[in-house]
């Protein structure tokens, strides 16, 4: 008889955001008519911008053409956009080849399929608190989990010097939840340390494009040794609004050898048997998210959750509570005052204030005491939301 996937079994339920869902429910259902801020969430609000659109458009127009319409493309991606990544790097001055550029449907969809690189018997590091995707896709993968915890002493950063074993290691920076970024000499130390175990980092940049302090990387292919140890996954989501027009890509540069086998030419042969590549109509609207205009559009847009951004963290400042994140991402990670769990806080500020935010807890155990608040929502919901948090909590 078929066995299914076991590994299904030991998933625990996604309850973070079901439970989330199920308190402000029952909350309306008490208090109906009430408006409650939402900044819990971790999807953007703002649209895509006009150079995108304008391409989205023009590429439904060459389906339309007989002379430009596209059938099947190459699966590891269009040329075009393929190319329009690695100048996108060169002018950060990272090299690389448009071959070690995969275009995919996201960062979620690569996180899981990029695990079939690798043997299942190879240990899973995952600093924690973490985006829980990487925990569930190496579960399902039947993989064993090393759980790396990190705390308020060290910033919520993980560092090698902790890590006793793990063949695999995700690292996100900035981070998801806690809005903490790894800088050069923390990145190199990773790089360092996986190359001396032959490990592989899984790198997931899903966040780069908040970076502003010029220090820190937003490639872990700026550091020295890393095109032997890393791949790094991407997304346009953040960046650039594709949340629901869903494209991302990734990069695996051919330096990256392990037991005689070329993970990118691995990669190439993946992705020919289990995808037919991403819309063509699609990657033209990633393209243009690479010209100098869309460029100008994004960043527009990026200033908007910035702004957000720094409301909070001038909030929290006022306030003298302890926080990550913020100046480099698009999520704040606060200390719960009055040492009150992450679910006690979240149950007060839905109560109390009408503000909807995330318990640390749900990222992982070491989350427990802290929380999350994202910087997605409207410039008037985020004033409003800080206004009340300060009229509560000062
Ligand atoms: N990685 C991190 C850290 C994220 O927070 C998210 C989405 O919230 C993703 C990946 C998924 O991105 P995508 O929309 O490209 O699947």
């Known amino acids: 008889m078929l066995t299914p996937n076991r590994h299904y079994a030991e998933l625990k339920d996604s309850y973070l955001f079901a439970r989330i869902a199920e308190k402000t429910k029952a909350y309306l259902a008490e208090h109906p008519g009430q408006r409650l801020l939402r900044m819990g969430i971790g999807d953007v609000s703002q649209p895509l911008c006009p150079a995108v659109i304008g391409a989205l458009h023009a590429a439904v127009e060459d389906q339309a053409v007989k002379e430009r319409f596209q059938g099947y493309l190459p699966e590891c991606g269009a040329p075009f956009l393929r190319e329009a990544v690695a100048r996108h790097y060169a002018a950060r001055g990272v090299a690389l080849s448009p071959e070690e550029v995969f275009v995919s449907s996201g960062a979620s969809d690569e996180l899981g399929h990029i695990l079939d690189l690798f043997d299942p018997s190879s240990p899973a590091l995952i600093p924690e608190p973490a985006y829980p995707a990487y925990v569930d896709a190496t579960v399902l993968a039947g993989r064993r989990i090393v759980h790396l915890p990190t705390g308020r002493d ?42 001396a175990r032959g490990a592989v980092i899984l790198f997931d940049a899903a966040y780069e494009a908040f970076i502003r302090d010029e220090a820190i990387p937003h490639s872990i292919f700026e550091i020295e040794g890393a095109r032997q140890c890393a791949i790094e996954i991407c997304s346009l989501s953040k960046t650039a609004g594709f949340t629901g027009t869903r494209l991302g890509y990734t990069v695996i540069p051919r330096e990256l050898q392990r037991s005689g086998m070329d993970l990118n030419a691995m990669w190439v042969r993946n992705r020919t048997t289990k995808s037919n590549g991403v819309s063509y109509i699609l990657q033209r609207g990633g393209e243009a998210v690479f010209t100098p205009e869309g460029q100008k559009q994004v960043r527009e847009t990026l200033a908007i959750y910035q702004g957000n951004a720094a409301v909070m963290a001038s909030t929290l400042d006022r306030l003298g509570i302890w926080y990550t994140g913020g100046r480099n991402a698009p999520y704040i990670w606060m200390e719960c005052p009055k040492g009150f769990t992450s679910w006690d806080f979240f149950d007060i500020l839905l109560h109390k204030v009408q503000v909807v935010g995330t318990p ?32 509560l909590l000062k």
């Open 154 to 195: 060290g910033g919520f950063l993980p560092s090698p010097a902790a890590a006793q074993e793990g063949d695999l290691i995700y690292l996100c920076s900035p981070n998801n939840p806690t809005g903490a970024v790894l800088n050069r000499q923390q990145l190199k130390a990773w790089v360092d340390w996986a190359n």
């Open 360 to 391: 640390g807890e749900g990222f992982g155990a070491c989350g427990e005491g802290y929380f999350r608040f994202s910087a997605f929502g409207s410039p008037e919901d985020t004033r409003e939301a800080m206004a009340r948090l300060e009229e």
